[in-house]
């Protein structure tokens, strides 16, 4: 037993050197293995070009066409390449390179429908400014006040058409001038109240059917603008009414042009403040001119 040493440690003799494995035979050597599907793909007919023309596009490993550009293409514009000299810019495989400072698709001006809007053109305008621009410089004026809320000249100038709207028929021009004044007086209130509702609902509808047309304005302008364009259109035709009577042939008249004129001012103002075509601002507009063609001008027309 002294003879054997008899422990945990590790075995110093030496460790026999395993056998190595010889690699595998390639693929399809004889006794090998065989070579796996897409190596046996071969690659697409060449079909032949009529007059000798150049030869296909190189194919890559697996029998797919190369995309990384036609080394046999040749440069266009007569050799002289793009606008930087490049004689292969805008060709597969190549770019071209432009300044940080240079706009290669243009200047920026085309019109794009529901696109960022723009700042606004210019300061706030005075409500007398405001007012008299409507009338003398439309475009101008609802451009520059595309942004900010108008309902300060909108609800006044909106209540005071309705208290006079009422004399503008005949029917209710007689039942108000006949009541006494304390049934008159809460009759006219009533009515101015119900014109500042309704044009806020009118306003309403326009913006939104705007919107559903791809248009970027603001709710606020466009509904403050829409009372004033309502109430400031129908002030020739109510100045008249009130002394000549409703059925006068000039009444008549006055009303179709004022409605007339105010389509225009209503396609001119959702175009300026939604950024739309003049067709589409019309078709926005159409339900208010409906709405106010058949509750005021028809009345008297």
């Given at each position: 037993?002294?003879?054997?040493?008899?422990?945990?440690?590790?075995?110093?003799?030496?460790?026999?050197?395993?056998?190595?494995?010889?690699?595998?035979?390639?693929?399809?050597?004889?006794?090998?293995?065989?070579?796996?599907?897409?190596?046996?793909?071969?690659?697409?007919?060449?079909?032949?070009?009529?007059?000798?023309?150049?030869?296909?596009?190189?194919?890559?490993?697996?029998?797919?066409?190369?995309?990384?550009g036609d080394p046999?293409?040749?440069?266009?514009?007569?050799?002289?390449?793009?606008?930087?000299?490049?004689?292969?810019?805008?060709?597969?495989?190549?770019?071209?390179?432009?300044?940080?400072?240079?706009?290669?698709?243009?200047?920026?001006?085309?019109?794009?429908?529901?696109?960022?809007?723009?700042?606004?053109?210019?300061?706030?305008?005075?409500?007398?400014?405001?007012?008299?621009?409507?009338?003398?410089?439309?475009?101008?004026?609802?451009?520059?006040?595309?942004?900010?809320?108008?309902?300060?000249?909108?609800?006044?100038?909106?209540?005071?058409?309705?208290?006079?709207?009422?004399?503008?028929?005949?029917?209710?021009?007689?039942?108000?001038?006949?009541?006494?004044?304390?049934?008159?007086?809460?009759?006219?209130?009533?009515?101015?109240?119900?014109?500042?509702i309704g044009g806020?609902?009118?306003?309403?509808?326009?913006?939104?059917?705007?919107?559903?047309?791809?248009?970027?304005?603001?709710?606020?302008?466009?509904?403050?603008?829409?009372?004033?364009?309502?109430?400031?259109?129908?002030?020739?035709?109510?100045?008249?009414?009130?002394?000549?009577?409703?059925?006068?042939?000039?009444?008549?008249?006055?009303?179709?042009?004022?409605?007339?004129?105010?389509?225009?001012?209503?396609?001119?103002?959702?175009?300026?403040?939604?950024?739309?075509?003049?067709?589409?601002?019309?078709?926005?507009?159409?339900?208010?001119?409906?709405?106010?063609?058949?509750?005021?001008?028809?009345?008297?027309?």
């Amino acid at each position: 037993m002294a003879g054997f040493r008899i422990g945990r440690g590790r075995d110093n003799r030496s460790r026999q050197q395993q056998p190595q494995q010889a690699p595998p035979p390639p693929y399809g050597a004889a006794g090998g293995r065989a070579a796996p599907p897409y190596a046996q793909q071969q690659p697409p007919p060449q079909w032949p070009q009529a007059g000798g023309g150049r030869p296909q596009q190189p194919q890559g490993p697996y029998g797919e066409p190369e995309y990384f550009g036609d080394p046999y293409q040749q440069p266009q514009h007569g050799g002289q390449g793009g606008p930087h000299g490049d004689p292969y810019a805008n060709n597969p495989g190549h770019t071209q390179a432009f300044s940080i400072n240079e706009d290669p698709y243009g200047d920026g001006a085309t019109y794009r429908a529901g696109a960022a809007a723009a700042a606004p053109a210019g300061p706030r305008l005075h409500w007398k400014q405001l007012l008299s621009g409507i009338v003398l410089r439309p475009g101008p004026t609802f451009w520059q006040m595309r942004d900010y809320p108008v309902w300060g000249p909108a609800l006044v100038v909106t209540f005071l058409y309705g208290l006079l709207a009422i004399f503008g028929f005949d029917k209710a021009r007689d039942e108000a001038i006949n009541a006494t004044i304390s049934a008159a007086v809460p009759y006219v209130l009533t009515t101015a109240v119900a014109f500042v509702i309704g044009g806020l609902i009118l306003g309403t509808v326009t913006h939104t059917l705007a919107r559903q047309l791809g248009g970027d304005g603001a709710w606020q302008p466009t509904v403050g603008f829409s009372m004033l364009i309502m109430s400031i259109t129908d002030a020739p035709r109510l100045v008249f009414a009130l002394f000549l009577g409703g059925e006068n042939s000039l009444v008549q008249v006055l009303g179709w042009a004022t409605w007339l004129a105010a389509g225009a001012l209503f396609t001119s103002m959702v175009s300026k403040s939604h950024d739309l075509p003049w067709p589409k601002a019309l078709g926005a507009s159409a339900i208010q001119l409906i709405a106010l063609l058949s509750i005021i001008k028809l009345g008297t027309i």
